[in-house]
DNA sequence: CGTTGACTTGAAATTTGTCAAGTTTAGTGG
DNA sequence: CCACTAAACTTGACAAATTTCAAGTCAACG
């Protein structure tokens, strides 16, 4: 499978509805593929490079934000200045959700390498929303995405091993590449293995231990962060989860359009 | 400070805005709480008893809840059967918006005692709030305030040590006393040492152990689950978290009612 | 009053983390 | 182009927190 190449650099000012990606934006969560065209909120777009903020937590919440392109990690910080990273959102992911509730962000929001980033004013967003059922439905849905997906990180991280919580990291990351019309076997990882290990609640050296592992036994091949292949059944099989073998991944993926 | 008790069991069908709880309920997340007796989309009011279910992970999603009154667990299950409970919503607190985006529910909803739970029809719920800026702004809170909840959890389970997830977890519990109009200092634990050790991947022997450990040290007075008093500041201390102390949370209280 | 399930307590076992010491890579400036 | 430095990563040995195992105790209920 070879990657589709998108021009994802390319700016995008103006209505949703004409930007290029949008199907792979909020158009995935549109039935009808057309109506994705149809969508009339403004949308501004802008480039961040690696190291650069989206937002930060405690900053006042205004927008949500659509990655184009490009990785983002999202950290949460305790008081006494431990940091928790909640996600890596890419292309397609929304940023910023969790900021509506307490009118501020809760989480840095910080870019991993060079990023292409939809910003959704929100009050602008709802105005232009009332009446639109459609729309309303859409950005609930888009909200309980990240609700769904925090409760199944929560149950990786709660009730699998290290070595099934890598297996599932990286089919979740081979899975995000699929979705994105993007090889599933190869790709780079945007983020370092201290950030892996952050996210999975694991030591860096766990993180190494373990990709070496899965090296040696042939489930992966990779150099430093470039992954060439990946097996996909194997990995499946540690993680005890089926829901990312290719077979499967296809099914979701086409169930998913018909929504 | 005695706890404020309101006619609970009492069942309400009708409009949300003429329940005598939706102050709060959703009215919490109105800044006038005048707007909340104007809330016109139907409610249906059902009781049910410990180990009932709300619904099924898998079930198709149909219905937003509220919880009344009572306790409920949400249970995820991972294919090989391994479950984790992913949150304890108490009165005021809602379930189900997990299952709108894949369209069917992503947990398993267990009554933990008796519950007076609130079923808000989605379809109908969006179908009424279509041109009500307010309801639209209303509901997308409350699903960012469950994925701000989540991240608090993944970062309280990823970065806390057992002593400090358990002094977390019973300053939670004691903060959704007093939004209720609880004592946050008496009460009763609706869940088993289990189901406590399961949400926040510890060992049943390690919640126990550090219960009476609490209890040594003077931090905590309980019998069974029925918890007489707790040092508040105490176990604010402990789990690294001041956002549980009294004064914080008598302000975060003032300041969500602002909202 | 015995049975059952929930809880408690102690001792041993294990996964994963911590510490320490390399190795490789990317970036920098002469 | 090459040496130098810092950061990222890898690898091994040991330590520690928490789990597991085992054996009770307690309380509710028929």
């Known amino acids: 499978m070879t990657p589709k190449i998108l021009p994802l650099n390319q700016l995008h000012n103006g209505k949703c509805g004409s930007c290029a990606r949008n199907k792979l934006c909020f158009g995935r969560f549109l039935a009808d593929s057309n109506a994705a065209e149809q969508l009339d909120f403004e949308i501004s777009n802008r480039i961040l490079h690696r190291g650069d903020h989206i ?6 919440f205004s927008s949500l934000y659509m990655v184009r392109s490009g990785h983002v990690k999202t950290v949460m910080v305790t008081e006494d200045g431990e940091e928790q990273i909640t996600g890596f959102p890419g292309p397609g992911d929304s940023i910023g959700a969790d900021g509506l509730a307490a009118g501020q962000y809760a989480v840095d929001a910080i870019a991993l390498d060079t990023v292409s980033i939809c910003t959704l004013h929100f009050d602008h967003l709802l105005r232009t929303s009332t009446g639109e059922e459609d729309v309303q439905r859409l950005l609930l849905t888009l909200f309980s995405e990240m609700i769904f997906g925090n409760e199944q990180l929560l149950l990786t ?8 919580r890598m297996a599932t990291f990286l089919l979740k990351q081979s899975h995000a590449q699929l979705r994105n019309g993007c090889s599933p076997v190869s790709f780079t990882l945007a983020m370092s293995r201290a950030d892996i290990g952050n996210h999975l609640n694991l030591a860096v050296e766990t993180v190494s231990r373990l990709l070496t592992q899965f090296k040696q036994r042939g489930l992966i091949k ?24 290719l077979p499967q991944m296809a099914e979701n993926l086409a169930t998913a359009q018909l929504n």
Chains 1, 2 share one sequence.
């Not at 937002?55 to 006042?60: D, L, M, R």
């Not at 962060?225 to 829901?243: K, V």
């Open 55 to 60: 937002f930060y937590s405690g900053q006042e």
């Open 157 to 164: 991280l709660g009730k699998l091993d290290a070595q099934q």
């Open 222 to 245: 990779f150099n430093r962060n470039d992954i060439d292949w990946l097996d996909i059944d194997g990995l499946a099989n540690l993680s005890n989860r089926r829901e990312y073998t």
